[in-house]
């Protein structure tokens, strides 16, 4: 008999096989396909079953199925009930059992079963697979499962799409949750989104040298959203035409993160006792030379006309500190005066090629320090009142860790040196008829700024909302400016009511108001933002008169959305006019505009 063809033989009519189309669709199937009849004889084969049990169709047709395998038919459930008319229920289908290879090798079948009826004689179906090599592959996830989750190292396998196809434990631990919200899921999403984190993906999807690791410091996101600083070591996993299969990275928390949030919690202790200004400055540089370990940092005063007022950098030659006092940051020239100049960051790889660091040169190199970042200091009003500059021994581009460093410490500076400056001198209301949490605008960004360095240094979440109310100025005009000071401070006493006694609230612009609240998640802050839109539909009383008016509410979170007050007022602003665009009176979350 040929292979493919149906041996009808000296079966009756009633158990002659299915018709020969479907015999035909049968032949050309990929898996192993065999017909058995009453008897358990084998009546019908593929090519596919020629191949997987190494034997012709002569050789198959006419014997019993269960030859076939090397498991012996009391051990395979359900194998007695092939060949026999079918109970009320089958049993458990697929099956998987072993057939002995011409190698001597024992081969992994998946074997499934299917009745089929033909003019009341029942036949079966069996479709065969060799499953050898996966359930090898998958023995040996399993013991790469056993082994990676006895590493203390975090590690993620990503697949060419940039989703996560594995996670060992201490992965799920350092994230905060189970492998199943994390498996099938794009990378990206466990990235904050900053410009370092963008950078620092750019370069992972354009290295392509398996052959070396590639090594990266990514803010990813950590138990209750919270920024996570992490040492991020890459290898490609390739085929053999060198296409990539696989991205294996192996994660570290950065130790430094702890020391990072002392250097924060200790210059925000200092500055609320009111510490002299020289020594905040240079124990934000000496903590910071303790986590670089390479190179020194230092800050550069200078005065409203420009001139340097003074130089701090605890790890910096005494001779340089001094050569910058009584100087212009034009005539200085040096990377870390053309910074507060030009009001732009300065970087220089190597000093002794720079023509503006010839005065200094002779005081740097000797010391081995060769290149300098510097970062103009802005206060909130937009003053340039200095640079925090960092000195390193070698060229080499900020790694995304360092930068991170860098601009904390910047806003840290800016935060002491602005709120040194607002205690010296006698500071104008902006705002009249402000109440206890509506205070003027320094010191309401002077309390903002604190809230979230405090969030940072505890790892709590926070929330910033900008809302703008519909309709004022419109209210404004018709009640006159008096009563439209008076409608105000009715607005500011309502938020207060339906806000917790930690929370900030202060008016921005004439008809703009901002929001703070710490320790709050994008649940707690939903439930306070909703109470705030109900509470300001409600109707204000002013000179006998009713008006209702609303507010355009956009809301950002702390440290999805943003590490720093500016990032975080953008985005709300962002949410703030989407709301606005589509007709006020509503609130929107920067995380929902695409």
């Given at each position: 008999?040929?292979?493919?063809?149906?041996?009808?033989?000296?079966?009756?009519?009633?158990?002659?096989?299915?018709?020969?189309?479907?015999?035909?669709?049968?032949?050309?199937?990929?898996?192993?396909?065999?017909?058995?009849?009453?008897?358990?004889?084998?009546?019908?084969?593929?090519?596919?079953?020629?191949?997987?049990?190494?034997?012709?169709?002569?050789?198959?047709?006419?014997?019993?199925?269960e030859?076939?395998?090397?498991?012996p038919?009391?051990?395979?459930?359900?194998?007695?009930?092939?060949?026999?008319?079918?109970?009320?229920?089958?049993?458990d289908w697929?099956?998987?059992?072993l057939?002995?290879?011409?190698?001597?090798?024992?081969?992994?079948?998946?074997?499934?079963?299917?009745?089929?009826?033909?003019?009341?004689?029942?036949w079966?179906?069996?479709?065969?697979?060799?499953?050898?090599?996966?359930r090898?592959r998958?023995?040996?996830?399993?013991?790469?499962?056993?082994?990676?989750?006895?590493?203390?190292?975090?590690?993620?396998?990503?697949d060419?799409?940039?989703?996560?196809?594995?996670?060992?434990?201490?992965?799920?631990?350092?994230?905060?949750?189970?492998?199943?919200?994390?498996?099938?899921?794009?990378v990206?999403?466990l990235?904050?989104?900053?410009d370092?984190?963008?950078?620092?993906?750019?370069?992972?999807?354009e290295?392509?040298?398996?052959?070396?690791?590639?090594?990266?410091?990514?803010?990813?996101?950590?138990?209750?959203g919270?920024?996570?600083?992490?040492?991020?070591?890459?290898?490609?996993?390739?085929?053999?035409?060198?296409?990539?299969e696989?991205?294996?990275?192996?994660?570290?928390?950065?130790?430094?993160?702890g020391?990072?949030?002392?250097l924060?919690?200790?210059?925000?202790?200092?500055?609320?006792k009111?510490?002299?200004?020289?020594?905040?400055?240079?124990?934000?540089?000496?903590?910071f030379?303790?986590?670089?370990?390479n190179?020194?940092?230092?800050?550069?005063?200078?005065?409203?006309d420009?001139?340097?007022?003074?130089?701090?950098?605890?790890?910096?030659?005494?001779?340089?500190?001094?050569?910058m006092?009584?100087?212009?940051?034009?005539?200085?020239?040096?990377?870390?005066?053309?910074?507060?100049?030009?009001?732009?960051?300065?970087?220089?790889?190597?000093?002794?090629?720079?023509?503006?660091?010839?005065?200094?040169?002779?005081?740097?190199?000797?010391?081995?320090?060769?290149?300098?970042?510097?970062?103009?200091?802005?206060?909130?009003?937009?003053?340039?009142?200095?640079?925090?500059c960092?000195?390193?021994?070698?060229?080499?581009?900020?790694?995304?860790w360092?930068?991170?460093?860098i601009?904390v410490?910047?806003d840290?500076?800016?935060?002491?040196?602005g709120?040194?400056?607002?205690?010296?001198?006698?500071?104008?209301?902006?705002?009249r008829?402000?109440?206890?949490?509506?205070?003027?605008?320094?010191?309401?960004?002077?309390?903002?700024?604190?809230?979230?360095?405090?969030?940072?240094?505890?790892?709590?979440?926070?929330?910033?909302?900008?809302?703008?109310?519909d309709?004022?100025?419109?209210?404004?005009?018709?009640?006159?400016?008096?009563?439209?000071?008076?409608?105000?401070?009715?607005?500011?006493e309502?938020?207060?009511?339906?806000?917790r006694?930690?929370?900030?609230?202060?008016?921005?612009?004439?008809?703009?108001?901002?929001?703070?609240?710490?320790?709050?998640?994008a649940?707690?802050?939903?439930?306070?933002?909703?109470?705030?839109?109900?509470?300001?539909?409600?109707?204000?009383?002013?000179?006998?008169?009713?008006?209702?008016?609303?507010?355009?509410?956009g809301?950002?979170?702390?440290?999805?959305?943003?590490?720093?007050?500016?990032?975080?007022?953008?985005?709300?602003?962002?949410?703030?006019?989407?709301?606005?665009?589509?007709?006020?009176?509503?609130?929107?979350?920067?995380?929902?505009?695409?």
């Amino acid at each position: 008999m040929e292979q493919g063809q149906i041996n009808q033989g000296s079966c009756t009519p009633q158990e002659q096989v299915p018709p020969t189309v479907l015999a035909m669709v049968l032949k050309y199937a990929v898996d192993a396909m065999l017909i058995v009849d009453m008897q358990g004889k084998i009546r019908f084969c593929n090519a596919a079953s020629e191949r997987l049990w190494e034997k012709s169709a002569t050789e198959l047709l006419g014997t019993r199925f269960e030859a076939l395998w090397s498991t012996p038919s009391s051990q395979v459930e359900g194998a007695a009930e092939i060949g026999r008319p079918p109970a009320s229920a089958l049993p458990d289908w697929p099956l998987e059992c072993l057939r002995l290879a011409a190698d001597g090798d024992d081969r992994r079948l998946a074997l499934s079963c299917s009745p089929v009826d033909v003019c009341g004689t029942t036949w079966h179906l069996l479709r065969a697979r060799d499953v050898t090599q996966e359930r090898r592959r998958e023995q040996e996830r399993s013991y790469l499962a056993i082994a990676t989750d006895a590493e203390e190292l975090a590690i993620i396998v990503i697949d060419e799409n940039g989703r996560i196809d594995y996670v060992n434990s201490a992965c799920t631990e350092l994230c905060g949750c189970v492998d199943e919200a994390l498996l099938g899921r794009s990378v990206i999403r466990l990235l904050m989104r900053t410009d370092a984190n963008r950078n620092a993906w750019r370069r992972l999807r354009e290295h392509g040298d398996p052959q070396q690791a590639l090594h990266e410091e990514l803010l990813i996101r950590g138990r209750r959203g919270r920024g996570i600083w992490i040492s991020a070591r890459l290898r490609l996993i390739v085929d053999r035409n060198g296409r990539v299969e696989r991205w294996v990275v192996r994660l570290a928390e950065l130790a430094d993160r702890g020391r990072l949030r002392a250097l924060q919690s200790d210059a925000l202790e200092w500055s609320l006792k009111e510490r002299p200004l020289n020594e905040i400055l240079n124990l934000v540089c000496w903590r910071f030379d303790g986590i670089v370990s390479n190179g020194a940092a230092s800050v550069l005063l200078v005065n409203e006309d420009g001139s340097v007022r003074a130089h701090i950098g605890p790890g910096l030659p005494e001779l340089y500190l001094k050569a910058m006092e009584g100087t212009t940051v034009r005539s200085s020239a040096s990377g870390c005066g053309m910074a507060v100049y030009r009001g732009l960051p300065q970087q220089v790889d190597d000093i002794a090629l720079a023509p503006e660091w010839a005065p200094y040169r002779d005081m740097l190199l000797p010391f081995e320090l060769h290149g300098c970042w510097a970062l103009p200091i802005v206060l909130l009003d937009g003053r340039i009142a200095g640079a925090f500059c960092f000195h390193f021994p070698h060229a080499c581009a900020p790694s995304a860790w360092r930068e991170h460093l860098i601009n904390v410490c910047v806003d840290l500076c800016a935060m002491v040196i602005g709120r040194d400056q607002s205690r010296k001198r006698v500071v104008r209301p902006v705002y009249r008829n402000m109440t206890a949490y509506a205070c003027e605008r320094v010191e309401l960004w002077r309390r903002i700024e604190q809230a979230i360095v405090t969030a940072s240094i505890e790892s709590g979440p926070l929330a910033f909302v900008l809302m703008d109310i519909d309709g004022f100025r419109h209210a404004n005009e018709q009640l006159g400016h008096e009563a439209g000071n008076r409608l105000l401070d009715k607005i500011v006493e309502r938020l207060q009511q339906q806000l917790r006694p930690s929370d900030i609230v202060g008016r921005l612009d004439e008809d703009e108001f901002v929001v703070v609240l710490p320790d709050c998640d994008a649940a707690c802050s939903n439930n306070i933002v909703k109470r705030l839109t109900h509470a300001l539909k409600m109707p204000f009383s002013i000179d006998d008169k009713q008006l209702l008016l609303s507010a355009s509410i956009g809301v950002s979170l702390y440290p999805g959305d943003g590490l720093d007050s500016d990032t975080l007022l953008k985005y709300a602003d962002k949410a703030m006019y989407e709301v606005k665009r589509q007709g006020g009176g509503s609130y929107r979350f920067s995380s929902l505009l695409s």
